[in-house]
């Protein structure tokens, strides 16, 4: 008879299926400030994008002037791979930051290992509720801002204070079409949580 | 329980991964799930991965009720799959293979290669929703392991270290062509 593997427990004969442990970071932010350019510039895939339950934005509310040839948006998730190890991949999801996606951003930041929260300088009232949002769930998160062409139109701390954000959150100024850009600026939140968790668990 | 391993989402979906034997008689699951017909040995599709045909379009706003029957993810006995849940077909479910249709034939064939949830949900073009219930229910039927992750990894300190030090070793850049598999 065949011995039945544990999936826990060294399962050696199974061990071409036995699933890495999933780990998730989500970046969030309003419309067009670049969350699906940089899960694709740090993902190992092209970035997939999974629909969510609601498939109709309402035409019209959502001011996209200031990004010009950007006609269209999806509400949907990104969703980006990064194999950590053979046994740990890490998911990204990027997703909308509008209020009425806070919905979906249950679904997915739950069990996240951290949020950044992307902001166009021109727009930051798009991000707040990003901010809020994961400043409420107790989440670790950074800011990013993108630097659409070069120009940061505030100086960081006329952001952080607009955002309203604690000294503890970290904000970074970063190039969503970058990789190393934005693998240092997952790393800035990353570093928030291990921190947090270091903080809560004393060696 | 080790901290930071995924947990299985039930006993039934413990048992059995693609590398057990095919041979094996499938376990009795939930009453109310019909029992699909379980092929010979001999007609088991080969073990390695082969992606399904991409589906062409968009899902609708109407399929995935027509698909779940109605059903709504989450609204069974506990929390709706989180979308990192890994998910593996079973032997019984590589077995079962020919007799599935459409969608639950998709999921079958695409998680010969273990992934997660959302995952699965883009590659197929499915609802997130939809994945989820009809993951549920093959679950149920024996045909795939789910592997739900465990809530403590998010504290688990040597978790966040792997993390931090496999991020550290991505290049700065990707170069321009990658693959989606
Ligand atoms: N110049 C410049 N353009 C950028 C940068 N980041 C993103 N873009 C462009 O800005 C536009 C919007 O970027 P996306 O990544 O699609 O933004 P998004 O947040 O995913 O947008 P939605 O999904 O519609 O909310 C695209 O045309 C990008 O090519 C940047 O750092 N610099
Ligand atoms: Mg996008």
Same mark, same amino acid.
């Given at each position: 008879m065949v011995s039945v593997p544990s999936p826990?427990?060294?399962a050696h004969s199974a061990t071409a299926v036995e699933p890495p442990l999933p780990v998730k970071l989500v970046i969030a932010g309003g419309f067009g400030v670049g969350k699906t350019t940089a899960v694709g510039a740090i993902s190992e895939i092209r970035p997939l994008t999974t629909e969510a339950l609601i498939t109709e934005v309402a035409a019209g509310?959502?001011?996209?002037?200031?990004?010009?040839?950007?006609?269209t948006t999806t509400v949907a998730m990104d969703f980006g791979v990064i194999t950590i190890d053979p046994k740990l991949k890490l998911y990204l999801f990027g997703t909308p930051g *509008?209020?009425?996606f806070g919905f979906m951003w249950d679904d997915v930041v739950e069990g996240a290992l951290g949020g950044l929260v992307i902001v166009d300088t021109r727009r930051l009232d798009d991000c707040y509720a990003a901010v809020d949002y994961f400043e409420h769930k107790d989440v670790p998160f950074a800011v990013a801002i993108?630097?659409?062409?070069?120009?940061? *139109?505030?100086?960081l701390d006329e952001v952080r204070w607009a955002l309203d954000i604690s000294e503890h959150v970290p904000l970074v100024v970063f190039d969503a079409r970058e990789t190393r850009s934005v693998r240092d600026a997952l790393l800035v939140v990353l570093d928030v949580a291990l921190t947090r968790a270091q903080a809560a668990n004393p060696a | 329980m080790v901290a930071g391993e995924p947990v299985p989402h039930n006993a039934a979906a413990r048992e059995?991964?693609?590398?057990?034997?095919?041979?094996d008689v499938p376990e009795p699951t939930e009453s109310e799930v019909p029992t699909e017909p379980v092929e010979s040995a001999?007609?088991?599709?080969?073990?390695e991965p082969v992606e399904p045909a991409e589906p062409v379009g968009r899902a609708s706003a109407i399929r995935p009720f027509l698909l779940t029957a109605g059903r709504v993810a989450g609204?069974?006995?506990?929390?709706?799959?989180?979308?990192?849940t890994q998910i593996v077909t079973t032997p019984d479910g590589l077995s079962a293979l020919r007799s599935l249709t459409f969608e639950r034939r998709d999921i079958v064939a695409a998680c010969r290669r273990p992934q997660s949830v959302a995952e699965l949900a883009a590659r197929l073009h499915l609802h997130l929703n939809v994945v989820r219930v009809l993951a549920e229910d093959l679950r149920a039927a024996g045909h795939l392991a789910v592997h739900v992750p465990n809530t403590g990894t998010v504290h688990d300190i040597s978790v966040l270290r792997r993390v931090i030090d496999g991020l550290r070793a991505v290049p700065d850049s990707r170069g321009s062509l990658r693959d989606s598999s």
């Open positions: 826990t427990h060294g509310v959502d001011d996209l002037t200031h990004t010009p040839g950007k006609t *509008q209020d009425r993108n630097a659409f062409d070069g120009e940061v *139109q505030h100086d | 059995r991964t693609a590398e057990d034997s095919a041979r001999e007609s088991v599709e080969p073990a609204s069974g006995t506990g929390p709706p799959l989180p979308v990192e």
